[in-house]
């Protein structure tokens, strides 16, 4: 089990069990923000297949192994809380993922990608 004790966590941090995940989702609620990445397969599929989420509220780098965890309601609770803003980058292909694993979209949140196109800096 990992301790999630600021103090003593080393990053990145690799979550591959269901306590771990609820344990750090704990710890996220309390964030205002999150930033989220995704990893996956899109060979041969019509869908992306998850191969890794990551995840940092600030103090460090947090990788969830969806292939290793079969409950992820404490995490698709998070990414459906109103108080805490998620960004990601260029996430309509992340959207799939979110989606196709955890069966609810992140809200509210931030494309980082448009959000640089709507300032001038074009699509990045």
Known sequence: MTDISQHQIEHPVYIDNN??????C???????VLALDTEFIRTDTFYPIGALVQVSDGT???LIDPLSID????????L??????KVLHSCSEDLEVFDRLFGVIPNPLV????????????LV
């Open 26 to 32: 704990q710890q996220w609620a309390k964030a205002p």
């Open 19 to 24: 306590t771990d995940l609820a344990r750090f």
């Open 111 to 122: 494309d980082t990608q448009i959000a640089a196109g709507l300032d001038g800096w074009g």
């Open 71 to 78: 409950d992820f309601s404490p995490f698709s609770a998070l």
């Open 80 to 85: 459906e809380n109103k108080d805490i803003t």
């Open 60 to 62: 460090g780098c947090f």
